[in-house]
Antibody, heavy 119, light 108 residues
C-alpha cells in the first residue's frame, strides 16, 4: 500500500527556517517524480516544487531561491528545506507522487503538515 | 504562466442532481487537465486525469470532458458523500503546475 507521511511543520518566526520530511512506503521515491503542494488556510492549492527521478529540481516563482527540495534514497524520504520564511508561506504542505503518461498528475498525497509563520 | 479559471466558486445542489463545474485555461493546454476532490481536513484526491479518464476506483457518476481551453467536470447524480471542494489542475507546461481556485459543493 502506498503511503506518504509528512512531518516537520510547526510555528516559526518570519525569516526562520524549517525542514519538512515526507516518508514514503509502498513505492520508491527515487524512481518517481515527487512534489510539494501547499494550501494556505481557507485557500486553494499551489504547486511549490518538484524533483524528477533523475534529480532535476524545479520551483514556483514564489519560493525559488528560498526553498530546496531533496530526497534521501536510503530512507525513501522526500524533504523540503524552507529558508527565509515569510508570513505568506503559512500553509498546509502536502507531498505527493507525480504520475501519468505526461507526469502531470498528483496521484498519492500525504496527510499534510501545517507550517505557521508568525511573530 | 497559464491561469486556470474555475466556475462557479460555490454551488448548492440537491441529492440526485446533475452537477457541472467548468474550468477555463488562459491558453491551449490540449487535454492536460486533472480534477481533484478535497474533503474538509483531508488531502486532495485525484478523480479524473487527462481531462476525461476516470482514476481507478472512482465512481462512474464522475466524468470529465473538454480539450484546448474549456473543460467540464460532471457528477451525474449527486450523492451526500460528494460534498467537497473540487479543483482543476493543468500540466501543459510541466514542470509548472497550476490549480484552479476551487468549487465548493454543498447540499441544498
Amino acid at each position: 500500500e502506498v503511503q506518504l507521511v509528512e512531518t516537520g511543520g510547526g510555528l516559526i518566526q518570519p525569516g526562520g527556517s524549517l525542514r519538512l520530511s515526507c516518508a514514503a512506503s509502498g513505492f520508491t521515491v527515487s524512481s518517481n517524480y515527487m512534489g510539494w503542494v501547499r494550501q494556505a488556510p481557507g485557500k486553494g492549492l499551489e504547486w511549490v516544487s518538484v524533483i524528477y527521478s533523475g534529480g532535476s529540481t524545479y520551483y514556483s516563482d514564489s519560493v525559488k531561491g528560498r526553498f530546496t527540495i531533496s530526497r534521501d534514497n536510503s530512507k525513501n524520504t522526500l524533504y523540503l528545506q524552507m529558508n527565509s520564511l515569510r508570513v505568506e508561506d503559512t500553509a498546509v504542505y502536502y507531498c505527493a507522487r507525480i504520475w501519468g503518461s505526461y507526469l502531470g498528475s498528483f496521484d498519492y498525497w500525504g496527510q499534510g503538515t501545517l507550517v505557521t509563520v508568525s511573530s | 504562466d497559464i491561469q486556470m479559471t474555475q466556475s462557479p466558486s460555490s454551488l448548492s445542489a440537491s441529492v440526485g442532481d446533475r452537477v457541472t463545474i467548468t474550468c477555463q485555461a488562459s491558453q491551449d493546454i490540449n487535454n492536460y487537465l486533472n480534477w481533484y476532490q478535497q474533503k474538509p481536513g483531508k488531502a486532495p484526491k485525484l478523480l479524473i486525469y487527462d481531462a476525461s479518464n476516470l482514476e481507478t476506483g472512482v465512481p462512474s457518476r464522475f466524468s470529465g470532458s473538454g480539450s484546448g481551453t474549456d473543460f467540464t467536470f460532471t457528477i451525474s447524480s449527486l450523492q451526500p458523500e460528494d460534498i467537497a471542494t473540487y479543483f482543476c489542475q493543468q500540466y501543459d507546461n510541466v514542470p509548472s503546475y497550476t490549480f484552479g481556485q476551487g468549487t465548493k459543493l454543498e447540499i441544498k
